[in-house]
């Protein structure tokens, strides 16, 4: 008797976990036709952001997600997106499990992180990073360094005030009376240019020194007493 | 070696024999390491590649960032909606349907072997976006389709429909590092949908025939659409008392991507030769073409609608005859699978325009009221003993009223073949068809197998027997120079009396 209870008894406890188990396992397709359904509540938010680098003042394309415990359409209304950068919040309606909006990137350079949230549920990070804008117009600044010159610009900016990040490559070219004397490039360091030129590769004659960093351009006439001809 | 040792008289013919069987064995194992592990290793391989067209139609409905996305991602997105419906083998579906839209691929159970399984077969599907990422990595798609719900019995090899529904869903895309992903395929609306005929009924008579142009039968007719020719059959045509005839549409030429707009418009210009005699025509589908698979019907869908969109209006359409003898495809492919195929190009073409009347020509009285209740009009071939014509059409006749109500019935191809195993008998096919056609004035349509003779005839048509083709060659009522034949004459008599009713009718 004793052993009949135990088998009913497991076999009730089985059923019950199968039924469970069906219960749980159930995916709807229908949660967009009929998003009222418990199983259609928002139990994630998925966040995109993009492009996830962009200039100053670019647009920026955010998507919300929100998803179901089956992987399909959350039943939201609205989600909330906070820039933590500047801690600006932005609200967009839901529309078949998709929120979307355009934002205008900030002019400061940097890394700025989204979230959003839906009450208590908060998504993923998602980063973007704000880089400088080009460069605007820098000067050089050219000083005599026994038999060499010494080339410096002021820190390059972009027109918000961004320093150009380092590491950004800029093309010299000297040139006297329209022939090529020399070219090189070097690289962006601490937000300047500096570099040398030996006035042994200057020509004698009067010449200028042109520098090309993403396409701005800055020059400079050499005189030919800065070297003097002596180093020859 | 002992075997050498054995033969040593042979060793020097051995040696080489062995060293060629070594050198067979090493390529067919180095043929085997380079094959691939898998069914499918690329998507390409996974995406139908069968016509060069899709199924379904893309609109990009003026939604910001559409227009940036490539060519190349649209047709991506739309293989991987097309794939879904065929119940693509596990490895691949993980792959590239991910959560939720995996979930959906599993509804159609119909991709396991499971004797009993439920399917749904998506057709007349478009397609438009409803969101593009600005960054072009994540794209909504609304779909708009009509959806057959299926249950498969394979033990019984029943098939059952469980519903019609117009449906709206929506599918979410991810670009990702291998690539796009689905993960989302979820309904947003659904109606059940019936598509009801809304066609003229036919109370006219028509006296027909079955044209090909004799010099480009069958798969020739559109790729040489002999102009010509073709009129001059048409006038000649008139002159035997025909007020229509019955063509074939070639599947293979209407559905490749390179050729169908020339099909349409070689259609269109027929019918417009027809129309200019007053010749209606019906334009028999699907012809030449035997494949019943659900994977399938997307594109015969997207097929039939096209021809129906292009002549579905056309002052000289009598009917579009939605295939040709289906009924020899039952011991192939299983007569619920063709029947439902049927149903579904029925309804494909009526959710395109409602007015087209439709028929299917049964090869057979047998089979002739199959459906009977929802085509337009009944029609069936009668090649069987001309004794008893007339008592099979009173029976189908019969049967249809019963099941139907007054359905106008059709005999699209009865004929006689002048060949027999000691020479042509052009007098006993004249005996035979005027003794068929007398029987028939109780027909709505009779249309004779066929104008003329036909010099080739390919196996693909009749098989490889040379006598069958033989016989296919010679069932012309009139000769090459349009002198008539004593079935021609027996023809021409025919439609004289058989359209003359039409007058009393008046």
Redesign the interface.
Known sequence: MKRICFYITMSLLTFESSALTTKASVKSPRCLLDNSAAICKTERLNLYVGPQSVEPGEPLYIAVETVNNQGGSGNSNNVVIVDTFSGREYFADVKHGLAHLEITAPIQAGRITFISRDYDIISNEAEVLVHAAIPDDFKLVLEKEKNQLFVSSSIITDKFGNMIEDGQAAQIVVSSRGALAEVFSTQLVSGRLNFRIKCSALPQSESSLSVNLRGVSTKINIPPYMCGGHSR | MSVLRKFPFKRRRIFPVLMLGALAVSAFLAGRANEPTQQFEYLNELIPQTVGVFASEWTDAGVGNAEKLAKADKDTLMGLIESADFGQPQDMTRSVY????Q??LS?NSCSSDAPKCKMSVILNREVSP??V???L??V?LEEKSMRRDYEVDRSKGAIQINGVYEQT??M?FKLTQRGWVQ????????NSASFSSSAEIINTKYAGLNYYPHTAPWDKFWTEFPGEEIQTDLDFMQSLGANSIRIFVNHAYFTDGATRDDGLAKLDTFLNWSAARKIKVIVTMFDLRADYRFTNWSLDSAHVRSVVDKIGNHEALLAIDLKNQADLDFENAGQPQVEAWLSAMMDSVRSENSSVPLTIGWSDAEHATLLAQHVDMISYHDYRSVKGTDNRLAQVKAKVTSMAGDKPVFLTEIGNSRWSPIGENSKKQGRRLDTRLKQLADADGVFVWTLHDFEHVGTNIVGHRPWRRAQQKLFGIANKDNSLLPSGEAYKTFTTQFLNQNLETE
Request: glycine share 8%.
């Open positions: 991910l959560g939720q839209a979930h959906s509804l409803t969101y990422h600005g960054d990595r994540i909504s869903r929506q979410r993960t989302t395929s979820e309904i947003l609306s659904e």
